[in-house]
């Protein structure tokens, strides 16, 4: 992996540090067990900042795609989510995974044709619907009605997916406004 140290600035750093220190610090770590939707959101911030830090300060391999996409599809199968949501230590790995899950994925971003970026996109997109709405009509494994370790409860999950939801499509809203501007040059 290629390290940009004239990109790497102070300024250009801020994003993804404080997305990083938002994600883990006592409060948070403290309040995630407690409200799913927490979780879930930092998961977003977690990836969105390594992805950050990753599109802009490094370049990496097309083989970089694979842990990419395999980290954050691995935390989000119940058994591992509702891991991770139950034991500090195991949510930490977590995080500090799906951060550097983010920046591989960023760092390999440049080197991929527009249709490889667009398969991808969607194909997230569509993950993350399918997570959604599985949550938002309450399907038991994302809970402690599965795995009695979980610290979630099946009505937490409603409101969860409605925050991935959400986030969703101002990420959405985010990368079509930037493809618009890049297509007719605005």
């Not at 490094?58 to 691995?74: A, D, M, Q, T």
């Not at 058994?79 to 983010?102: H, K, M, P, Q, T």
């Not at 809970?143 to 969703?168: A, D, H, K, R």
């Amino acid at each position: 992996m290629q390290i940009l140290r004239d990109k790497l600035t102070k300024k250009s750093l801020i994003i993804p540090v404080l997305f990083l220190i938002v994600a883990i610090n006592p409060v948070t770590e403290l309040l995630e067990p407690r409200y799913e939707a927490l979780y879930m959101a930092m998961h977003y911030v977690l990836y969105i900042g390594g992805f950050v830090l990753g599109y802009i300060g490094f370049r990496g391999s097309k083989i970089y795609l694979i842990p990419g996409i395999i980290i954050p599809v691995f935390w989000h199968i119940p058994y591992f989510f509702n891991l991770g949501g139950a034991y500090l230590c195991l949510r930490i790995v977590e995080d500090l995974s799906l951060y550097l899950g983010g920046l591989v994925m960023g760092s390999t971003i440049h080197g991929l044709n527009n249709a490889i970026k667009a398969i991808l996109f969607v194909l997230w997109m569509m993950g993350d619907s399918v997570l959604s709405v599985i949550l938002i009509v309450g399907w038991p494994p994302y809970s402690n009605q599965v795995y009695p370790f979980s610290p979630f409860s099946i009505s937490e999950e409603f409101w969860t997916g409605l925050v991935m939801f959400g986030i969703m499509t101002v990420i959405f809203i985010y990368i079509i406004l930037g493809f618009i501007r890049t297509v007719f040059k605005i």
